[in-house]
């Protein structure tokens, strides 16, 4: 998801049940304003690293002291930092808390981290606007000057309320390990003891933060925060929640997408031992029961008339014909400089190629999931939420509430990749939906099997990219254009006001921003439709723009009789950052240096996110055609490097999603249904298949940027180029698979 502002949200496919008033009206599209959401925070969460029960979730924290919105202090001395993020695997419950600790100069030993509450006006991604959202590789930094101010004004309380108390300057004291210490007269405090009397002194208007040089904590190793508690099961996901008397709702959805429920029989599903109710929503009908096995084995028993009139009926092959003949429509430009036309009916060699990428899943570990406690005057949901205002509001507007009136509370989520994101809130509206159709009789589990979200989800968009290039008779480049066909993610959403004068943005991006030294660059994108519902993926549109870019950019060397670094390294002269990491990840690579026959070398380097990463893949290839990744050497420049050890861990699982998809990931359909259900036929990577990965991470002292989607992007190209090195042969169709040659 691109940080750009949200300002709107929509009412979309969320009318259910008959008196829904104005949401009963599929035909009606409103958007309500963000502003003025959410008022009256709760201030409460779910403790990280600690088995809370659900119903202790909800209640007041206790002896916590508030230092604003971010930071409690405990009696015990422990220090809180409400997260506003969702945690999804980024490690951000360990990020945030870091820079809490450095500017407050607390002992990491003191240090928790709790997930905030659905509250806009106090935990908005400063990047998104008014709005609560985790996406596009913000958290860090939309939250590193706001968490250092918070944690820097936090402990000139603390020196205040101390200097108060032993009648000194606040000038004599220090602070260090969670401490307030007046040197001349030995007297000391713990965090704990000042935390009463702190809250009471006036806040610095513009505390004084620490110069990158004095950092202790940040750069360092410290231990995640949430390693104990998912190491020992303690750590609550959705799927762990539990309320009495909770029941257990699935969802069967209509096998084509667009389809809607003609009629269905109970009889036999009602019949399943367990099974209490089946309602029907406007996304399908709903078995709700005793637990997971009874719903699962109701549904199963379930018979359902589709009305198929709107549905999407095209196979993978009729959809790749369509994309490709929309390359020969109209388009909207995204980049026009210089005389593309001329530069190419005028160089001395043109280069040109076709690239095609399928669907892609997002495949989450915990598939979507979400508990609800409807009553006649409130609404709680508890989930993993990646958009927790859009989440609050879509539940006001099925359950007939006000949005203060719904309480969102984000727990841990294993995995989204932009899955949890979604912009009607789908599997949340579900829940709530399913709730009050059984006119809220008992708090509710609404749970996604795996082949739930892999036929009726979302995904990355399938696209088609025509690339030209012309050379000069040096082997210059003097022109570039990148047509792509793809499916428009922000239109008729919430997220449409990201639309600039009819381009989405997302199609384009790693595209229009091409960094080479090019005199004529034209890029353009040719819309398609279909009724495939897509979705933001692991870096949007970098994921099959930087693959186009940076597998041409090669074969483009090659054509030119260069080497496809030392090209980069002309062509980015102008490009400090992109250099440096793609210098490091050469030296480190051992780039030039021989291989076996058999084996080869590729490079690639991309931006995105504000952050840049390089990486070198070698690959080798046996008797039979078959090839194994051996290793990928990454550099990554993201700012100041907050956390190395969570960088590194999230450009290994950036490399690890990357290569999964590169190799064999897709989603096809058969007359508009999809055929994979499950990691039979949608085979991620094995562990035993992983290559040997290095990061290396470019000292920087920029303010922080994204690490979470930025090392997908080179991996794609890089491998297509390794494959080349190899085999002499161009990839230039995704899935790759497992042949060296296609």
């Not at 919105?69 to 506003?84: A, C, H, L």
């Not at 695997?89 to 407050?104: C, S």
């Not at 084996?599 to 931006?607: D, K, L, M, S, T």
């Not at 085979?683 to 290559?691: F, G, Q, S, V």
Request: net charge negative; glycine share 10%; proline share 6%.
């Amino acid at each position: 998801m691109n940080p750009r502002l949200l300002q709107r949200l929509i009412s979309d496919d969320v009318a259910t049940e008959p008196g829904a008033g104005e949401l009963d009206r599929p035909d009606r599209r409103r958007f309500l304003q963000v502003i003025g959401l959410a008022g009256g925070g709760f201030m409460v969460g779910s403790l990280v690293g600690s088995p809370r029960l659900l119903e202790a979730a909800m209640d007041d924290p206790g002896s916590l002291t508030e230092f604003g919105p971010f930071i409690r202090i405990g009696s015990d001395n422990t220090v809180t930092v409400m997260i506003k993020h969702l945690d999804k695997g980024q490690g951000v419950t360990t990020g945030l808390p870091t820079i809490v600790a450095e500017e407050l100069d607390a002992d990491w030993s003191q240090m928790r981290a709790e997930f905030a509450p659905a509250d806009a006006s106090r935990y908005n991604n400063l990047f998104f606007g008014p709005v609560q959202a985790t996406g596009g590789s913000t958290s860090i930094a939309n939250s590193w000057q706001q968490l250092r101010e918070a944690a820097a004004a936090a402990r000139a309380m603390l020196v205040g309320a101390a200097a108060a108390r032993w009648g000194v300057p606040a000038h004599t004291l220090t602070v260090a390990g969670g401490v307030v210490r007046h040197g001349p007269s030995g007297r000391q405090a713990a965090f704990g003891a000042l935390a009463d009397a702190a809250s009471a002194v006036s806040p610095p208007a513009d505390p004084a933060l620490k110069a990158p040089g004095e950092f202790k904590l940040i750069g360092t190793h410290v231990p995640r925060l949430d390693s104990p508690s998912k190491t020992d099961g303690s750590a609550m996901f959705t799927l762990d929640q539990a309320l009495p008397g909770m029941l257990t709702a699935l969802v069967a959805h209509p096998p084509r997408f667009g389809a809607t429920v003609a009629s269905f029989d109970a009889t036999k599903a009602l019949a399943v031992p367990g099974v209490r109710e089946v309602v029907e929503i406007s996304r399908g009908v709903a078995v709700v029961a005793d637990g997971y096995w009874a719903a699962k084995k109701g549904r199963d028993a379930l018979v359902v008339e589709w009305n198929e009139d709107g549905a999407e009926r095209r196979g993978s092959e009729a959809l790749r014909a369509a994309f490709e003949a929309a390359l020969a429509d109209d388009s909207i430009t995204a980049r026009d400089d210089g005389n593309v036309d001329q530069a190419l009916r005028e160089g001395e060699q043109v280069v040109r190629r076709r690239f095609r990428f399928p669907f892609l899943a997002h495949a989450t570990m915990e598939p979507m999931d979400c508990v609800v406690r409807l009553e006649r005057d409130r609404c709680d949901i508890w989930t993993g939420a990646q958009l927790p205002t859009v989440d609050q509001q879509v539940a006001a507007q099925i359950a007939g509430l006000a949005p203060e009136q719904v309480r969102v509370q984000t727990v841990w989520a294993g995995g989204s990749f932009g899955r949890r994101a979604a912009p009607n809130s789908d599997y949340v509206a579900e829940a709530v939906m399913v709730a009050r159709a059984m006119k809220a009789k008992a708090p509710l589990k609404l749970m996604w099997t795996r082949e739930d979200d892999m036929r009726a989800g979302y995904y990355r968009p399938m696209s088609v990219h025509d690339l030209e290039a012309a050379l000069d008779q040096n082997g210059a480049i003097v022109a570039w254009r990148h047509r792509t066909a793809v499916q428009s993610i922000l239109e008729n959403t919430p997220f449409e006001v990201m639309i600039q004068d009819g381009l989405d943005v997302s199609a384009v991006e790693g595209a229009r921003e091409l960094p080479y030294d090019i005199p004529n660059v034209r890029v353009d994108w040719h819309p398609v439709e279909t009724g495939v519902p897509v979705l933001w993926w692991r870096s949007v549109g970098h994921t099959q723009n930087a693959f186009v870019v940076e597998a041409f950019i090669d074969e483009l060397a090659a054509a030119a009789g260069q080497d496809p670094f030392e090209l980069r390294r002309k062509l980015l002269k102008n490009h400090p950052r992109h250099l440096a990491v793609l210098e490091t990840a050469a030296e480190r690579a051992g780039w030039g240096d021989p291989l076996p026959s058999g084996r080869g070398r590729g490079i690639a380097v991309h931006e995105s996110f504000g952050s840049f990463v390089a990486e070198v893949v070698e690959v080798s290839v046996d008797g039979q055609d078959r090839f194994t990744v051996d290793r990928v050497v990454c550099a990554v420049d993201c700012g100041i490097a907050i956390n190395p050890d969570v960088i590194r861990a999230q450009m290994e699982g950036a490399i690890g999603y990357g290569l999964s998809a590169a190799l064999r990931e897709e989603i096809t359909l058969d007359g508009g249904r999809v055929e994979q259900g499950n990691f039979d036929r949608y085979r991620p990577l094995r562990i035993n298949e992983m290559p040997a990965v290095e990061v290396h991470i470019v000292a920087s002292d920029t303010a922080p940027t994204g690490v979470g989607e930025p090392g997908t992007p080179p991996l794609g190209p890089a491998l297509a180029n390794a494959l080349f090195a190899a085999t002499g042969v161009r990839r230039d169709t995704l899935p790759l698979g497992d042949r060296a040659r296609a």
